[in-house]
């Protein structure tokens, strides 16, 4: 039990830090928290192998799946809304362009 708590303490560290570097330095907050946890993992796993931050336990895998989806709902949130407004025709047009 020790250990679960201890690998949710490592991830909502990152978290943290994620959130500080995304603030202090203006950078979508999608993209720092996708950087900051592939450089932790790609840390770990190189000092204490592939299992390291826990990648293995149902409870991550379902919270890391979770966390993918409000991700790519938050990373789409942040489109510039004037920006969508002037390009409406774009944004929702679907499918290959008409010629002609």
Sequence with gaps: MDRTFAIAAV???????????????????ALVEITVG???GAVA??????????????WLVFIASAGAVLLTFFA???LN????????????????LEEG
């Design 11 to 29: 991830w909502f560290g990152l978290a943290l830090i994620a959130t500080f570097l995304g603030t202090r330095f203006k950078i979508s907050h």
């Design 38 to 40: 592939a450089l932790a």
């Design 45 to 58: 796993t190189s000092f204490s192998g592939p299992n390291a931050l826990g990648a293995k336990q149902p």
């Design 76 to 78: 789409g949130a942040e």
């Design 81 to 96: 809304p004037g920006t969508m407004r002037a390009r409406s025709k774009e944004v929702l047009r679907a499918g290959p």
